[in-house]
Nanobody, 123 residues
Framework: QLQASGGGLVQAGGSLRLSCATS????????MGWFRQAPGKEREFVAA????????YYASAVKGRFTISRDNAENTVYLLMHSLKSEDTAVYYC??????????????????WGQGTLVTVSS
């Protein structure tokens, strides 16, 4: 089970940290990712972190502004977002995939999903 939290309203240029609480069996053996879906748009990949936490991968739109990390001891995945823009406004979802040898950006290849948390960036 995945439970995302930390969303809210923030001004453009501000920061926000999202958290995703995971059950133990889903976090330690899975690559974890964050996706987002803006109104009227398809769900898109944001970032992923390997099961060990050593390797990360980002969408070009967020690279350099967002940081994904995980704490397996606490069964939690984080997404730290800086320099937020109005176009970052979306519902953010955490997800887990059993594909651990390579990073996948396809939502279809993620097995477990959280319920989503809304991030609204005001300009």
């Amino acid at each position: 089970q995945l439970q995302a939290s930390g969303g809210g309203l923030v001004q453009a240029g501000g920061s926000l940290r999202l958290s995703c609480a995971t059950s133990g069996h889903t976090s330690r053996n899975y690559t974890m990712g964050w996706f987002r879906q803006a109104p009227g748009k398809e769900r898109e990949f944001v970032a992923a972190v390997s099961w060990s936490g050593v390797s990360t991968y980002y969408a070009s739109a967020v690279k350099g502004r967002f940081t994904i990390s995980r704490d397996n001891a606490e069964n939690t995945v984080y997404l730290l977002m800086h320099s937020l823009k109005s176009e970052d406004t979306a519902v953010y979802y955490c997800a887990a995939t059993g594909i651990i040898m390579v990073f996948t950006t396809s939502a279809d290849e993620y097995d477990y999903w959280g319920q989503g948390t809304l991030v609204t960036v005001s300009s």
